[in-house]
């Protein structure tokens, strides 16, 4: 994953350390429902994958090179939408990843719009295939 040199792991607690280092989460799928992609203001680049089933989010993964505070949100993102329906999903927010992620610096709060933004667009993805 990607390096960051504004950020390290020592600001984080530790369950956020595991969960960045959890790959249940992290990576991409071959044959996912729906997709997305996003380029955040700050370059870094996220994916997030869904399985879907009787409007429930089954499986999600995400995928970034991203600094620590990137894969940090994307994996809380992750692992809150996983399991919910697709309204459930839509009502996460950034300010709930934020207030989960414990440390997150200021100037990465951008980090968990993305990580949001990301998960929504994928949500849409299925929703307009329906």
Partial sequence: MG????SSFSEY????????NDTRYFGRMNDPVSSSYLKGPCGDDMEFYLVIYKDKITEIKY???????????????????EGKTI??????????????????????LHCSILSVSTLYRAIADYLLKD
């Fill in 3 to 6: 390096d960051d040199s504004n």
């Fill in 87 to 108: 309204k459930e999903a839509l009502s996460l927010s950034a300010g709930e990843v934020i207030t989960r992620l414990k440390g997150l610096p200021k100037d990465h």
């Fill in 13 to 20: 607690p530790p369950e956020v350390i595991a969960l960045i």
């Fill in 63 to 81: 995928y970034t090179e991203g600094c620590h505070a990137t894969q940090a949100c994307a994996a809380m993102v992750a692992k809150l939408a």
